[in-house]
């Protein structure tokens, strides 16, 4: 199985940056295509950015397009998510997620990693 795991969460001012790191185990990774998503308390988790295996595709939630940029570099088995202009409503638990097939969207990935914390203050 893949292991996931996340780091560089934090907390940061309105406006702010923030880069967040998901760490894959295996030579698998190139495989894979991979997701951010988030959950704030009292909220159901919600797709954020995904990634393709290549990292030729990419997609955003709207309401983080052009804030947060996805990447991946399959040589580190890892991938980031560069939040830029970040806003309260950011503030959640974001997870990296990773599978082979299905859709880039929606929250049915077969890997999980723990999650990192993200706290934007206004």
């Known amino acids: 199985q893949v292991q996931l795991v996340e780091s560089g969460g934090g907390l940061v001012q309105t406006g702010g940056s923030l880069r967040l790191s998901c760490v894959a185990s295996g030579r698998t990774f190139t495989s894979y295509r991979m997701g951010w998503f988030r959950q704030a308390p009292g909220k159901e988790r919600e797709f954020v950015a995904a990634?393709?295996?290549?990292?030729?595709?990419?997609y955003y939630a709207t309401s983080v397009k052009g804030r947060f940029t996805i990447s991946r570099d399959n040589a580190k088995n890892t991938v980031y998510l560069q939040m830029n202009s970040l806003k309260p409503e950011d503030t959640a638990v974001y997870y990296c997620a990773a599978d082979l097939y299905g859709s880039y969207t929606n929250t049915q990935y077969a890997y999980w990693g723990q999650g990192t914390q993200v706290t934007v203050s206004s």
């Open positions: 990634i393709s295996w290549s990292g030729s595709l990419t």
